[in-house]
Structures are given as structure tokens and as C-alpha cells.
């Protein structure tokens, strides 16, 4: 059997002189990647507007003391795996997001921790907790948030206080009327208010098994005992005077008790 070599060179010449010119097309209409620019950073935070502790010009100044930021940088040089590691080392950062355009454009994305409240025990502890009842360290930015003060342990802290403020937090008017959760020595909780020159206390918080269950309880006690706080308001104080108590008791379910400011 005779083999026609020169056929198969010549297939094989035109093969490859096809692949050569496709590929010299495509590089010629190829902008030059190596020579390309980032023409401008996008940075977005979700929620950056609410109660969060960062914001755009705060991650711009973290990447820039890392020498990572992309603007003005040749777009191969631009490492977006080395941006997202940096920026989830912020303890305020939940996710980080980068990737680049071919327009020459870095988006940067990021979630974050979001606070729920600040926590200032008798000990000296003072830090935050965030929306995962994790803690998140003290931080220079001011919040409108509960603070819970007295004596607060970290375990109790995630397991108790965070529950209770949420819960306070998720009604517009105890969002807007408590500024301040005390922890007595014995576990006992007192709420001080932004309106009315007297403090409430609430008693000690139900105790639960795990998670799921303390949050359900916290919540059915904080609905109890607001609810009694707010007819008080409406029918007591509104009649009363707002100073004419220093301190309104909801301890016990069949009364409230009520201690008049002294006058003298």
C-alpha cells in the first residue's frame, strides 16, 4: 500500500497556515490586555446608608495603605483575589466580592456585619454585636443602637442581651423610646427610655435550651410586658405627669408597681 506523504504535509501546511491566521486576527482586533489601564475602581456596600461601620472611602484608604488599589494600575497587575482576601480581614466586612471588566473598569462588592447592639459590661468589655449574635469589636464610627449596660457576660451577651434588643429594636416605637438595656447584678433587666425621667424594670428574662428557643420566649416576654408598659403610658403617665415616677415595675403580670420621684 502506497502512502501519499506529500498530500498529508500539504493538509497538514494548510492546517496549520489556517490556525496561524486566526489566530494574527484575532490578537490585531484584541486590545492589548498588557497595556490596558484600570480606568476607574466601582466599590458598592450593601447598606452602606444604615447602620454599618464602613463605607466607600474607608475601603478605598484600606487598599490604598496595602498599595491594592486598582485605579491608574495595568489591568494584569491587578490581583482581584489579593483585593477580596484583604478586605475580609476587616472584622466589620461579612463578604467580599471583586472582578474586572473588559473595559478596563475593577467592581468591588461588599456585604457587612451589621451591628445590632453595642454592649458596655461593668467589667470593661465593650464591643458589639452583629445581626448573627457574633461579636464585633468596638469601632469609631457611632451607631444609633441600644447599649446594654451592668453586668453583662460575653456568654450571656450572645445568648440573652442580643435577643432582647432585637426585639426591641423591631418595633418602631421601643426602637425609637428605649436608648439603653441595664443588667442588674442579680439578672434583672431595666430599660431606660428617651421620653420620661424614670427607669422600667422588666424582671429576669426567660430563660431557654438553645437558641430558637430563647429567641421565641425573649420575644413573647418583651411582647408581654411592652404591651402593659404602652396602656401604662397611655392611661398612667399621660395623666400622671411622665416625672412623676423614678421607677415603674413589670415584674409581676397582675400589677405594676410604681415608686414616686421624691419631691424634696
Keep these: 500500500m502506497h502512502i501519499n506523504w506529500k498530500k498529508y504535509i500539504t493538509i497538514g501546511l494548510d492546517v496549520?497556515?489556517?490556525?496561524?491566521?486566526?489566530?494574527?486576527?484575532?490578537?490585531f482586533n484584541r486590545p492589548d490586555v498588557t497595556m490596558k489601564v484600570c480606568t476607574k475602581a466601582n466599590i458598592e456596600i450593601q447598606d452602606e446608608t444604615a447602620n454599618g461601620f464602613i463605607n466607600a472611602k474607608e475601603i478605598k484608604a484600606r487598599l490604598e495603605k496595602s498599595h491594592l488599589y486598582p485605579l491608574g494600575v495595568p489591568m494584569q497587575a491587578v490581583n482581584a483575589r489579593k483585593i477580596e482576601e484583604t478586605l475580609k480581614q476587616s472584622p466589620f466586612v461579612k463578604t467580599a466580592e471583586c472582578y474586572k471588566t473588559q473595559d478596563g473598569q475593577v467592581c468591588i462588592s461588599l456585604t457587612q456585619r451589621m451591628p445590632t447592639v453595642r454592649i458596655k459590661s461593668i467589667n470593661g468589655d465593650d464591643y458589639y454585636l452583629d445581626d448573627n449574635n457574633s461579636i464585633m469589636p468596638n469601632s469609631h464610627y457611632t451607631s444609633d443602637l441600644i447599649?446594654?449596660?451592668?453586668?453583662?457576660?460575653?456568654?450571656?451577651?450572645?445568648?440573652?442581651v442580643a435577643f432582647l434588643a432585637r426585639a426591641l429594636m423591631a418595633d418602631d416605637l421601643w426602637k425609637?423610646?428605649?436608648?439603653?438595656?441595664?443588667?442588674?447584678?442579680?439578672?434583672?433587666?431595666?430599660?431606660?427610655?428617651?421620653?420620661?425621667?424614670?427607669?422600667?424594670?422588666?424582671?429576669?428574662?426567660?430563660?431557654?435550651?438553645?437558641?430558637?428557643?430563647?429567641?421565641?420566649?425573649?420575644?413573647?416576654?418583651?411582647?408581654?410586658?411592652?404591651?402593659?408598659?404602652?396602656?401604662?403610658?397611655k392611661y398612667g403617665l399621660s395623666h400622671a405627669g411622665w416625672n412623676k415616677y423614678s421607677n415603674i415595675n413589670l415584674e409581676f403580670d397582675n400589677q405594676i408597681i410604681c415608686k414616686k420621684r421624691n419631691t424634696n
Design 16 to 27: 496549520l497556515l489556517a490556525a496561524y491566521i486566526i489566530a494574527a486576527f484575532t490578537s
Design 147 to 160: 447599649i446594654a449596660t451592668g453586668f453583662i457576660s460575653k456568654w450571656y451577651a450572645r445568648k440573652y
Design 176 to 233: 425609637n423610646q428605649i436608648e439603653q438595656i441595664n443588667v442588674t447584678h442579680e439578672s434583672g433587666i431595666e430599660l431606660v427610655p428617651r421620653v420620661g425621667n424614670h427607669i422600667v424594670y422588666l424582671g429576669s428574662l426567660p430563660e431557654g435550651r438553645n437558641d430558637r428557643e430563647r429567641k421565641q420566649k425573649i420575644d413573647e416576654f418583651v411582647n408581654k410586658k411592652m404591651t402593659r408598659l404602652v396602656k401604662f403610658y
